[in-house]
């Protein structure tokens, strides 16, 4: 199976290269052309993201009957589409919170390599939720105790598409090893999560995480 | 600007790094504290450092220790030696004459292990060894492996050990190079280097490019954030001298002003300790289960009024299944009774017994070594160097930090579980107990006795 996803991953890194340089290439010949005209026009283009995979999360606006927010980019390899390979987790709770996961593993040697990056909405609920467990087992008892999800706020950060989110270091669940940013919109909370493991190291999540909060796109359910 | 990772440990960054690696960007980041002024005369025992400054810090006293610090360790590589020892001697007062036994001068302290009493001395050793009369051992033992400590541990098996403290690294470099290339009595086996002082750890690891590193918190002493060096925590004076405490019989008196020191190498997992444990959950672990303070607080007053008993350490294990890494320690490193020493000194009950000399560190495991073990990729850790009455008392101290407690009590846990305090986040390499005798002794002792 690890080989099977080796291969697949290699497989798609080696198809994300060679659109990679296909997109280059089409950039520079823009560029040069756009030396006749519509400078401008790119510029406005590129600051304005937009949910490429728009299907999948108008669907999952439609049936939280909450917008969603959709990422215009995800770190590489990952392509924000659910649904598609990477996609592990696409889970609507009875209470309409919903998460969306995307994972990349890849085993180089003794270290495994991971990117995975979660959304997460929380519709009607603006409140850290507190339905993380610490759990551990101590000569045979079992210790539980309920902590809040999101732990070890760092601040604040504003996105250039106006979301002010607070950057979170501990967390837990699904969101354990994670840097989280956690914000709220109309009475709802959202976070997004990016886990600190190799090839990352914490700065360059938190370098991803602005990226991606900054090409968040708000999918109103229709 | 930038240096590579292996440049800094290795020393290769020209005037950035220095001889001294990454450690010589501490000078670039710190500047030593004011110090006071030298005592007149040196005290009997090595292991003492006069000078060191006190600061307030949340309303707790809190000692400033020096700069840099560095051990090295060597085997003995003279033959004779009579000459050694005087060589030894008037270089170590040829360095005393030059530096002030202070911080801002240079703290030296030579100790001394098993192997070379036993190989060297061993008919003066057996003799006048001092003997620890509590637990009917003698009072320097062979290291042991502790239940929390990895089965890969090396137990070292060092004749000497030197132990150099400044606020300046030259005079570190200077004294290091007069005892271990100049002189020709030791063979050197590890150098190993650090560094103390406040916002120095989260700056030489971001440097360093330790993962973790980005959460240390920007004022943290040590790695791991909270300050150690509480007045409240560290032995007073004499209290950890082999005949303070009436733990020692001294056969003659010979290593009377003595003490012990346990040195060892720990690994820190940084990036476990703060991305995987909430500031709450740190606190707890660091202190004791239950324990709240203001969110970011690093320094927690460890007074005798907020010391941990065994009965705490055990309703805190069975209310949460944890203990804290204070707490535990505290239930054989703190005086149960009052007690008074030979020089008259009174020492209240809950005193802190150990004078902890350790140091963070991003050697892997050393600076240098003979044997060539060291790793250029730096790791966060600390050079533990601890000066306690007896081997016995330190190893009481240590097995109560894995929940075996001096009362007899065994708080059972996984080997470095979560709940056992800082265990889950440690990794022990390497250990050794020495002996260090008083100044007056300190050089290849009992080896004026052979006939």
């Known amino acids: ?85 990477w996609n592990n987790i696409d889970s609507v709770s009875p209470d309409r919170t919903y998460l969306e996961s995307w994972a990349w593993q890849e085993a180089a ?63 837990h669940g699904a969101d354990s090893w994670h840097v989280l940013f956690a914000w709220r919109r109309a009475g709802s909370l959202y976070t997004l999560s990016e886990h600190v493991a190799l090839p990352l190291t914490f700065s360059k999540v938190v370098t991803n995480l602005k990226r991606m909060l900054d090409g968040l796109v708000l999918v109103k359910p229709a | 600007m930038g240096i590579t990772r292996r440049q800094a440990l290795a020393g290769t960054a020209g005037a950035v790094a220095g001889a001294a690696g990454i450690y010589a960007l501490v000078d670039r980041h710190a500047s030593p504290p004011e110090r006071a002024a030298a005592p007149s005369s040196l005290p009997p025992e090595q292991h003492l450092l006069d000078g060191v400054q006190v600061i307030t810090d949340n309303g707790v006293e809190v000692l400033v220790p020096p700069l840099h610090h560095a051990v090295v360790t060597g085997t003995v590589a003279a033959a004779d030696l009579p000459k050694a020892r005087a060589g030894l001697e008037d270089a170590l007062r040829e360095l005393e004459s030059r530096f002030p036994a202070t911080p801002a001068g240079l703290g030296i302290t030579v100790a001394w292990g098993l192997p070379y009493f036993r190989r060297h001395v061993a008919a003066q050793w057996e003799r006048l060894q001092p003997l620890d009369v509590r637990a009917r051992k003698p009072a320097l033992l062979d290291a042991i492996r502790f ?48 560094f103390a002082g406040g916002g120095l750890p989260r700056t030489l690891a971001l440097e360093a490019g330790i993962r973790g590193a980005d959460l240390i918190p920007e004022k943290a002493e040590l790695f791991l954030g909270f300050t150690s060096t509480l007045k409240d925590n560290l032995g007073p004076s004499r209290i950890a001298n082999l005949e303070t405490l009436g733990l020692a019989r001294i056969p003659q008196g010979y290593f009377r002003h003595g003490t012990h020191m346990h040195l060892s190498h720990i690994h820190e997992n940084l990036e476990k300790w703060y991305v995987n444990t909430s500031h709450k959950g740190r606190v707890q672990t660091t202190f004791r289960p239950g324990l709240e303070v203001p969110e970011g607080t690093l320094t927690v007053a460890q007074g005798r009024d907020e010391i941990s008993s065994a009965a705490d350490v055990r309703r805190g294990y069975r209310a949460h299944g944890a203990i804290g890494h204070t707490g535990a320690l505290q239930t054989a490193s703190r ?70 407690l001096p009362d007899g009590t065994t708080l059972v846990f996984d080997p470095r579980a979560e709940g056992q305090g800082f265990n889950s986040v440690l990794l022990t390499t390497r250990r050794q107990n020495f002996l260090v005798p008083p100044r007056a002794r300190r050089s290849f002792p009992l080896s004026e006795l052979r006939s």
């Open chain 2, 147 to 194: 239940p929390s400590d990895p089965s890969d541990i090396e137990l070292e098996g060092n004749d000497v050990a030197v132990l150099l403290r400044s606020d300046s690294e030259a005079a570190i470099a200077e004294a290091e190079k007069l005892l271990f290339e100049d002189l020709g009595v030791f063979a050197k086996t590890t150098v190993r280097r650090g």
């Open chain 1, 109 to 171: 040697g003794l270290n495994t390599q991971e990117i995975h990056v979660i959304l997460r909405g929380y519709p009607g609920q603006t409140a850290i939720p507190r339905t993380c467990q610490d759990v551990k087992t101590v000569a045979g008892k079992t210790y539980r105790k309920n902590i809040a999800c999101f732990e070890d706020p760092h601040g604040t950060w504003t996105s250039k598409s106006g979301i002010t989110a607070t950057m979170y270091t501990v967390n």
């Open chain 1, 1 to 85: 199976m690890r080989r099977k996803a080796l291969r697949e991953a290699t497989a798609t890194l080696g198809c994300m290269r060679t659109v990679l340089v296909g997109v280059l290439g089409l950039a520079l010949l823009a560029a040069a052309l756009g030396v006749a005209g519509g400078v401008g026009e790119a510029r406005a283009q590129a600051a304005a993201p937009r949910c490429a995979q728009l299907g999948g999360w108008q669907r999952l606006a439609n049936r939280i009957k909450a917008p969603v927010y959709c990422p215009s980019w995800l770190p590489d390899p990952l392509v924000a589409q659910i649904g598609n390979r």
């Open chain 2, 335 to 404: 005086l149960a009774r009052r007690q008074i020493g030979p020089d008259g000194t009174v020492y209240a009950a809950g005193t802190a017994i150990p004078q902890r000399a350790d140091f963070n560190t991003l050697d892997n495991p050393f600076a240098w070594s003979a044997a060539g073990t060291e790793s250029a990729d730096p790791a966060a850790g600390v050079h533990f160097v601890v000066f306690n009455p007896t081997s016995d008392d330190f190893h009481r101290v240590r097995n109560a930090m894995d929940g075996v």
